[in-house]
């Protein structure tokens, strides 16, 4: 059987104050989570409801991997990977349609 694949992705508030690196299999259904409040305590707390970061990767257990090298990074580091990707820090919600 093969192992199914995961997301490694950011959220943050209204004002980019704050960062949240999650890890799922469903990343439409998980950020839909964070934007009604049942995401979890933190991002529900800091109000981290945007999606600015993501990444695809092939098993799970490679995107909980890279999540957890991500929680170490410093701050910095983490601006310079998101903005890289989205330049304007956007939340990229509405662009994960396709992916329900």
């Known amino acids: 059987m093969r192992a ?5 992705y950011i959220v943050s ?3 980019r104050t704050v960062l949240y690196i999650g890890v799922t299999n469903n990343l439409y259904s998980r950020v839909y989570e964070h934007k009604s409040g ?3 305590g933190f991002t529900k707390k800091y109000k981290c ?8 990767h092939a098993d799970i257990e490679s995107a909980i991997h890279r999540e957890k090298r991500l929680k170490k990074w ?3 580091w ?3 990977l998101i903005t890289e990707f989205n330049p304007n820090w956007k939340d990229l919600f509405n662009d ?3 992916m329900q």
């Open 38 to 40: 049942d995401g979890s």
């Open 74 to 76: 410093n701050r910095s």
């Open 96 to 98: 994960l349609e396709d």
């Open 4 to 8: 199914k694949g995961g997301y490694t």
């Open 78 to 80: 983490k601006n310079d």
């Open 49 to 56: 409801t945007d999606l600015v970061y993501y990444e695809y």
């Open 13 to 15: 508030n209204k004002h």
